[in-house]
């Protein structure tokens, strides 16, 4: 389908950025593999330019790699990188939460709960429900006011989604149950202002969250049984 086709209100670079991004995540295009520029220009009905500007932006974000002689390619995705990728969310997690304590209200918390609930009713919905789970988190950063975290942390969700896809497809679901039992914990803790039992709370959802994939990882191959032990 052509962008002009998609949207009147975006230009044709922040589409084609939008489309290769989410191919990217999606794992249609595979880690390692080769972006041929003139494929896309015919499959989206663009011209080169516009391609090339999203290329350089999805570089930026470590999402593309440029190889002289060879053009651009999607990034390789190393299963040892869901130490770092836990490590960044809960050292953001931490800074959103405490931030979001002191400044969430009625209308917040009434919001919070809302999500909350949505995430109950899309239990057998794993792509929509990881979708969801990002705006959680991804709101308390508006709701902390720390735009600089959000920033930052939706650059590693982004991360976490193409190891998740390329790694741990089907892993999600049986994560889900313990995950919203800990979002409905630190609802509870944020209105209660109890910041010591927030930052246990992050802490934990993350470190559980870790130890289940590190594990599953293992199992599979994709991490050593020495790595396991970091």
């Known amino acids: 389908m052509a962008v002009d086709q998609l949207s009147t209100f975006k230009s044709k670079k922040e589409l084609v950025y939008e489309f290769l991004r989410a191919e990217i995540l999606r794992g249609t295009f ?86 909350l609930h949505s995430l109950d009713d899309l239990d057998e919905n794993s792509y929509l429900w990881s979708q969801e789970n990002t705006r959680l988190h991804l709101v308390l950063c508006d709701w902390g006011q720390t735009a600089l975290v959000k920033s930052v942390m939706s650059t590693v969700l982004s991360q976490w989604d193409r190891l998740r896809n390329h790694y741990l497809k089907d892993m999600l679901h049986h994560r889900k149950e313990h995950a919203q039992q800990e979002h409905w914990t630190l609802f509870a803790a944020l209105r209660q202002r109890d910041v010591p039992r927030i930052e246990r709370v992050v802490r934990e959802h993350n470190r559980n969250a870790l130890a289940r994939y590190v594990k599953q990882l293992t199992d599979n191959g994709h991490l050593r049984r020495t790595e396991n032990s970091e």
Do not use: Y
């Open 30 to 115: 595979e880690p390692g593999s080769r972006i041929i520029i003139g494929d896309i220009a015919l499959q989206l009905g663009v011209s080169q330019v516009p391609i090339r500007e999203a290329l350089q932006q999805l570089q930026a974000e470590g999402f593309v790699v440029m190889e002289s002689h060879i053009g651009p390619r999607v990034a390789e995705i190393h299963a040892h990188l869901i130490w770092e990728i836990f490590q960044l969310l809960e050292a953001l997690e931490l800074i959103s939460s405490r931030e979001a304590c002191a400044r969430m209200q009625t209308p917040q918390f009434e919001a919070m709960e809302t999500l």
